[in-house]
């Protein structure tokens, strides 16, 4: 993934699912619509397109946060980090 650049309107996406962790190969854009995120990123684990993360077929993003990160000094590229709304990735029981 070093070699992917990433335009100033594009972000890297994080996922965190069933207590995994990876980014996305592709980035996307920084101001797509949270939904457009979340349908991206179920395909993605879905289809186990995501190191670091296994396919899982029943995968779904419907309720999860989308949170945005700006370029920074210590990142210098947008991020997206797409999460449980729960600490941790665990499930609200």
Do not use: C, L
């Not at 070699?3 to 980014?23: K, L, S, Y």
């Not at 996307?28 to 993605?44: F, K, N, T």
């Not at 419907?62 to 499930?91: C, L, M, W």
């Amino acid at each position: 993934m070093a070699d992917i650049v990433i335009q100033n309107n594009e972000a890297r996406v994080n996922v965190t699912w069933a207590g995994q962790n990876g980014d996305m190969v592709d980035p996307v854009g920084y101001d797509s619509p949270d939904e457009h995120i979340r349908s991206w990123v179920q395909e993605a684990v879905r289809s186990g397109s995501v190191p670091g993360v296994r396919a899982d077929a029943t995968a779904s993003f419907q309720d999860f946060v989308v949170d945005r990160f700006p370029a920074s000094d210590e990142v210098p590229y947008n991020r997206i980090h797409i999460r449980p709304k729960t600490p941790f990735g665990n499930p609200i029981w």
